[in-house]
């Protein structure tokens, strides 16, 4: 009887230890922090929303043991071209967004300064981690064709410098030994397409780029409907 009982005991004992646990709360697995705020969470990763355009950056000189490639998001819209080429020393994507319309823009500004006239614009390059603005000249040419025209614009800078793959080339004591930029200069074909050619200028370690013509098509990633 003594042996039930202690048995009985030691079983209120057991249970009442069980009841008196705490149960620990199962953390819900969480999505990293997107360093690009245009990207959203599936299935715990970070990816572009449908319909934008994925790209990649990769650092160069002492960040990039450090930081590995990163994707990131171009939204399509109405004043964004793109063209995506086979990798040519540096670059693999070149993107514009318009900061006005360019179709009216120009005529706006033609209106007011006859038709031959030519002036520099404002553009950003979306296709970098920091898009920025650089100049451009837009005017129609002697045949009535829209033409504009970007000057070197450098490969890739900023506070930090990033790359597309190899636009500046560093020796083992981090001295920059060789870089290169290109050139556009294109024309509208259509209201959605920039037919034209990137002109790279390529210096040290990218001489060979120097002169290089490539032909290519920026397509408005949004198509254009007129009024």
């Known amino acids: 009887m003594k042996l039930k009982h202690l048995i009985f005991t030691g079983a209120l004992v057991?249970?009442?230890?069980?009841?008196?646990?705490?149960?620990?709360?199962?953390?819900e697995p969480t999505c990293p922090e997107c360093w690009d705020c245009e990207m959203v969470c599936i299935d715990l990763q970070c990816e572009c929303p449908e319909g934008s355009i994925e790209n990649w950056f990769e650092a160069w000189g002492p960040l990039e043991d450090s930081m590995s490639p990163r994707k990131f998001c171009i939204e399509p819209n109405?004043?964004?071209?793109?063209?995506?080429?086979?990798?040519?020393?540096?670059?693999?994507?070149?993107?514009?967004?318009?900061?006005?319309?360019?179709?009216?823009?120009?005529?706006?500004?033609?209106?007011?300064?006859?038709?031959?006239?030519?002036?520099?614009?404002?553009?950003?390059?979306?296709?970098?981690?920091?898009?920025?603005?650089?100049?451009?000249?837009?005017?129609?040419?002697?045949?009535?064709?829209?033409?504009?025209?970007?000057?070197?614009?450098?490969?890739?800078?900023?506070?930090?410098?990033?790359?597309?793959e190899n636009c500046t080339d560093f020796d083992a004591n981090g001295e920059r030994i060789g870089f290169a930029v290109p050139s556009f200069q294109g024309v509208f074909i259509h209201p959605d397409t920039i037919r034209g050619q990137l002109i790279f200028s390529g210096y040290g370690t990218f001489e060979y780029l120097d002169s290089l013509h490539v032909e290519l098509d920026l397509i408005r990633t949004v198509p254009y409907e007129e009024d």
């Open 78 to 164: 109405l004043k964004t071209f793109i063209a995506e080429l086979e990798p040519i020393g540096c670059l693999d994507t070149f993107a514009i967004t318009f900061t006005q319309e360019p179709l009216t823009e120009i005529d706006s500004f033609s209106n007011q300064n006859g038709p031959g006239a030519a002036t520099s614009f404002k553009v950003e390059r979306p296709d970098r981690i920091r898009p920025e603005e650089v100049d451009y000249t837009l005017f129609y040419n002697e045949v009535g064709a829209l033409e504009l025209y970007f000057f070197q614009f450098p490969p890739n800078t900023g506070g930090e410098q990033f790359r597309f």
């Open 14 to 27: 057991v249970l009442t230890l069980f009841a008196c646990q705490k149960e620990e709360p199962i953390a």
